[in-house]
């Protein structure tokens, strides 16, 4: 059964069935698929943080399914002369922009927008420190893609915990597929919330034993002034990066992701970002052909069937 939804805003909609949905049609993309979608389709971009691969990565995305790309640009908008987020969206709507994808530095901006009803599709591409699902998506894509399963993976995801809205996206998915769970990085910053997917362990016990090593950056426009002041790059490095002198105990069928962008000799030893057991650009390659995939579902569906986004995006 083919699964739909109209707004992909958040991990809690993503069942197992519609995870395998997505990566296999990924997959077909990645392979020279083509999409049905019936176009013309116009899209819009708005990023209200600033990004790098999310953003050009749906770009590339909508332009491969044959999608007009509306430019925005937040600091030339109304928003700036205190338009709402809603209300932009309906002018959008209005001149006939069928699909937003938005990025937004609030934690679940997307509730109220969805309450709304708003006569266009939403994807979120990253609110504040809450959720990522096009990041969660091709993270699994890429899993998938080197081991073919999720059942009974150790998977360590290791780092910024409290600010890392891959940490909370790809934790759910990955609990729920049957993986084996494992945080580690500063100890206060792995909070009750994680607690119920999987254990605290020191980086170096982790190591050894993983199938895939789970790195995130270091948030720093997320820290507070007092974190920012006694942070040592040097110190976090030893203690919590994969460095040179740990990396030779990881196995050697295990790999290394990261969502970027990467703060080299931090998260992890400069000479390391583009290793043999590194899958960094490959998540990014990746990325396209999921967004692709997810665009895709979002826009095969009528708007008035909304009952199951609004319902799981909670």
Same mark, same amino acid.
């Given at each position: 059964?083919?699964?739909?939804? @109209?707004?992909?805003?958040?991990?809690?909609?993503?069942?197992?069935?519609?995870?395998?949905?997505?990566?296999?049609?990924?997959?077909?993309?990645?392979?020279?698929?083509?999409?049905?979608?019936?176009?013309?389709?116009?899209?819009?971009?708005?990023?209200?943080?600033?990004?790098?691969?999310?953003?050009? #990565?749906?770009?590339?995305?909508?332009?491969?399914?044959?999608? @007009?790309?509306?430019?925005?640009?937040?600091?030339?908008?109304?928003?700036?002369?205190?338009?709402?987020?809603?209300?932009?969206?309906?002018?959008?709507?209005?001149?006939?922009?069928?699909?937003?994808?938005?990025?937004?530095?609030?934690?679940?901006?997307?509730? #109220?927008?969805?309450?709304?009803?708003?006569?266009?599709?939403?994807?979120?591409?990253?609110?504040?420190?809450?959720?990522?699902?096009?990041?969660?998506?091709?993270?699994?894509?890429?899993?998938?893609?080197?081991?073919?399963?999720?059942?009974?993976?150790?998977?360590?995801?290791?780092?910024?915990? @409290?600010?890392?809205?891959?940490?909370?996206?790809?934790?759910?998915?990955?609990?729920?597929?049957? %993986?084996?769970?494992?945080?580690?990085?500063?100890?206060?910053?792995?909070?009750?919330?994680?607690?119920?997917?999987?254990?605290?362990?020191?980086? %170096?016990?982790?190591?050894?034993?993983?199938?895939?090593?789970?790195?995130?950056?270091?948030?720093?426009?997320?820290? #507070?002034?007092?974190?920012?002041?006694?942070?040592?790059?040097? @110190?976090?490095?030893?203690?919590?990066?994969?460095?040179?002198?740990?990396?030779?105990?990881?196995?050697?069928?295990?790999?290394?992701?990261?969502?970027?962008?990467?703060?080299?000799?931090?998260?992890?030893?400069?000479?390391?970002?583009?290793?043999?057991?590194?899958?960094?650009?490959?998540?990014?390659?990746?990325?396209?052909?999921?967004?692709?995939?997810?665009?895709?579902?979002?826009?095969?569906?009528?708007?008035?069937?909304?009952?199951?986004?609004?319902?799981?995006?909670?």
């Amino acid at each position: 059964m083919i699964l739909a939804i @109209t707004d992909f805003v958040s991990a809690n909609q993503v069942t197992t069935d519609l995870a395998n949905q997505l990566i296999t049609r990924a997959e077909e993309f990645k392979h020279g698929a083509q999409s049905n979608l019936a176009l013309p389709i116009y899209a819009a971009n708005l990023f209200f943080e600033p990004s790098t691969r999310t953003h050009t #990565s749906f770009e590339m995305a909508e332009r491969r399914l044959g999608m @007009t790309v509306m430019p925005f640009d937040p600091r030339q908008s109304s928003v700036t002369k205190g338009e709402t987020l809603g209300d932009t969206l309906r002018t959008l709507a209005a001149i006939g922009v069928q699909v937003a994808v938005i990025r937004h530095p609030v934690k679940s901006y997307y509730q #109220s927008l969805l309450a709304e009803h708003l006569p266009l599709r939403i994807v979120n591409a990253g609110d504040g420190a809450g959720q990522h699902p096009s990041q969660m998506m091709l993270d699994l894509m890429t899993i998938h893609e080197e081991f073919g399963h999720f059942d009974g993976l150790k998977i360590a995801i290791v780092g910024d915990l @409290t600010h890392s809205r891959v940490a909370k996206s790809d934790m759910q998915l990955l609990h729920e597929l049957g %993986a084996e769970l494992t945080f580690s990085g500063p100890k206060a910053w792995y909070t009750k919330e994680f607690e119920p997917y999987g254990p605290y362990q020191p980086l %170096a016990e982790i190591v050894p034993k993983v199938d895939v090593l789970m790195l995130l950056r270091v948030q720093f426009e997320r820290l #507070s002034d007092a974190e920012k002041a006694e942070f040592s790059e040097s @110190t976090y490095h030893e203690r919590f990066g994969l460095s040179d002198k740990l990396y030779p105990k990881l196995r050697k069928s295990a790999i290394i992701m990261h969502p970027a962008p990467v703060n080299r000799g931090i998260e992890l030893a400069d000479d390391l970002v583009e290793c043999p057991q590194s899958r960094i650009f490959a998540q990014m390659h990746n990325g396209v052909f999921m967004r692709m995939a997810m665009l895709e579902l979002v826009c095969q569906q009528p708007l008035q069937e909304r009952s199951l986004t609004h319902a799981l995006a909670h």
